[in-house]
């Protein structure tokens, strides 16, 4: 029986033989990395932008899904009271006489909500629900505007405020109503906002749109005179403390004028230009007749002030916002104790 022979050349060696070049030692590239993308496809997923629904989300959702709600649906159903009827003609007069119009209801001084109300009239048709619809608009813009305050009273206080002014009962009937009262507190809320953003970042923009503001304010309602005194009063409160409190009050003084004159006085000039072509309705209206019927509607003497008091401000306050002035009472009073508090820890 034969013997197979043994070809030295296909034995097994330790090692990589002389013979063998190294084109044939270099490892094969596995083809599946061939066919892998040019793109790192693990970077792209990991800086994909991430979308996180909070607790505060929620909550923002569910007070703006009510205060929609609240304020549209059915916005005609109720019938006008005398005020808003009156002041649904004066609108409906504008759009069909145009400027001859302005004049044609003694005592009724239109303003620049009602004219934006006329040209919805005009670009729509007339109705009920049309009449209301810049007011409750506004409405919803003031609960927007509680988002806003996030960077001055910080995520729960804005939540509070925009609950609070969603919830509310009387701010969602007049909203529903049209009285234009609303419209004058969400131009106050505006104004107080960008001022507040102006402690940071001053400019003469800033100062411009405050002045527009402040003229919206104080142009569309007779409560804006009121409320304008209210937040002048508690501002030179706090002005005053202040200054009783620092050190070098005049150089203070002198520094900050020298600093914020020009905002200062940019302001000044449009929000004096601006409540004068808006409460005249662009001068069709003798200044002087206008700002006495609007002083007399916003402030009367002590003793109407009280029986009107009696009558309106308190059954309002003591019923239908109870709860609201009871958490209100509560939150300031936790405010001024964590204040004191601190200061004295």
Request: net charge positive; hydrophobic share 55%.
């Amino acid at each position: 029986m034969a013997m197979r022979e043994e070809n030295p050349e296909h034995r097994w060696r330790l090692g990589v033989d002389a013979r063998t070049s190294a084109s044939e030692v270099q490892p094969s590239r596995p083809a599946v990395a061939e066919s892998l993308p040019s793109r790192d496809v693990s970077h792209a997923r990991l800086a994909r932008p991430v979308y996180v629904v909070t607790v505060e989300h929620i909550a923002w959702g569910a007070i703006g899904v009510w205060a929609v709600l609240t304020r549209l649906v059915a916005l005609g159903a109720a019938p006008m009271n005398p005020t808003g009827a009156i002041a649904a003609l004066a609108e409906f007069a504008i759009v069909k006489d145009g400027r001859a119009a302005l004049a044609a209801i003694p005592g009724h001084y239109a303003s620049w909500p009602e004219l934006l109300q006329g040209a919805v009239f005009g670009a729509i048709s007339a109705g009920d629900a049309r009449a209301r619809i810049v007011v409750a608009i506004c409405g919803l813009i003031m609960v927007k505007l509680a988002f806003a305050t996030r960077r001055c009273v910080g995520r729960a206080g804005a939540l509070a405020l925009g609950a609070m002014l969603a919830i509310s009962p009387t701010l969602t009937y007049y909203s529903r109503d049209g009285a234009t009262a609303v419209v004058s507190m969400t131009a106050m809320l505006a104004a107080i906002l960008i001022a507040e953003s102006m402690r940071s970042k001053p400019g003469v923009i800033r100062g411009a749109a405050l002045g527009v503001s402040i003229a919206l304010w104080l142009s569309c309602d007779a409560t804006g005179y009121a409320s304008a005194a209210t937040v002048a009063v508690a501002a030179a409160c706090v002005g005053a403390f202040k200054l009783a409190t620092h050190d070098h009050r005049r150089l203070r003084i002198r520094v900050w004028w020298q600093r914020r004159r020009a905002v200062v006085v940019v302001t000044a000039i449009v929000a004096i230009v601006g409540w004068l072509a808006l409460t005249t309705v662009w001068f069709s209206y003798p200044v002087a007749d206008v700002s006495a019927a609007k002083w007399r509607a916003a402030f009367a003497l002590p003793s109407v002030a009280f029986e009107r008091g009696l009558r309106n401000v308190i059954p309002i306050l003591g019923f239908y916002e109870f709860a609201i002035m009871a958490l209100a009472i509560v939150g300031a009073a936790a405010i001024v104790a964590d204040k004191a508090r601190s200061r004295f820890a």
